[in-house]
């Protein structure tokens, strides 16, 4: 079982509030990802980081910003969330190396917005 | 465009028998190729990584091989059991230097006992 956390898990709020979800790890994994994934369908990277202060966008245009403040935390804000947001997000970490390293994947958060 | 394509349709097979999952991609050229396990609800497992210059890589009752002339790999669970229903995820680098992976949609297995 990986080392990775995911907070909350799931999660149903309204039009226009805003949400941060949690995601932390303890293995000093370098690398973080953020993932979108729709049922039945395939992961959308949406952020990710390489390190501390480090952050980059992923394939899939996101409303969604991150920080990377310290090593172990990578969470994911949504200023002013809408039901197109609705989805599950996954969080992910890749030990230090080169790239081929596998990733460790969190629970994931289910976000719902009604 | 670049695509990596998993067979949709689920994959049902008995007990005991050798299940094959095939995962094709185009205009990559990935440096290594990863196969993921995914159960309902929850995140990726990570299984088997493969390089370009590797042709075959086992792990006890996983075999995954790596065609990089066909642009693709087949994942083969030999033995199968009903534990092993799950949807499996090949993911692949699109070798930009850029240390992230890319996803194909998964192909579900369901082993009948």
């Known amino acids: 079982e990986a080392d990775i956390y995911q907070t909350p898990r799931y999660l149903v709020i309204g039009t226009g509030k805003k949400i941060t979800l949690e995601c932390s790890q303890t293995m000093g994994h370098d690398k973080m990802y953020w993932y979108q994934q729709d049922p039945g369908m395939e992961l959308h990277l949406i952020h990710y980081?390489?390190?501390?202060?480090?952050?980059e966008k992923g394939d899939l245009s996101s409303e969604s910003t991150v920080s990377r403040i310290r090593t172990e935390h990578f969470p994911l804000t949504l200023e002013s969330a809408r039901p197109s947001h609705t989805s599950q997000y996954l969080c992910a970490s890749s030990p230090p190396g080169q790239g081929w390293n596998e990733q460790f994947f969190g629970p994931g958060t289910r976000l719902t917005v009604l | 465009s670049q695509k990596i394509e998993q067979n949709s349709e689920a994959l049902n097979i008995q007990e005991g028998k050798t299940a094959t999952l095939t995962c094709n991609y185009t205009?990559?050229?990935?440096?290594?190729l990863q196969w993921y396990r995914q159960d309902p609800g929850r995140g990726p497992v990570f299984l088997l990584l493969i390089r370009e210059n590797e042709k075959e890589k086992r792990k006890e009752r996983l075999k995954v091989t790596f065609d990089t002339t066909l642009k693709q790999s087949l994942f083969h669970i030999t033995a199968s059991q009903p534990a092993d229903s799950a949807t499996y995820l090949c993911a692949l680098d699109k070798s930009t230097g850029r240390r992230a992976l890319t996803f194909g949609s998964g192909t579900r297995l369901q082993v009948q006992p």
């Open positions: 980081s390489y390190g501390v202060n480090s952050t």
């Open positions: 205009n990559y050229s990935p440096a290594y």
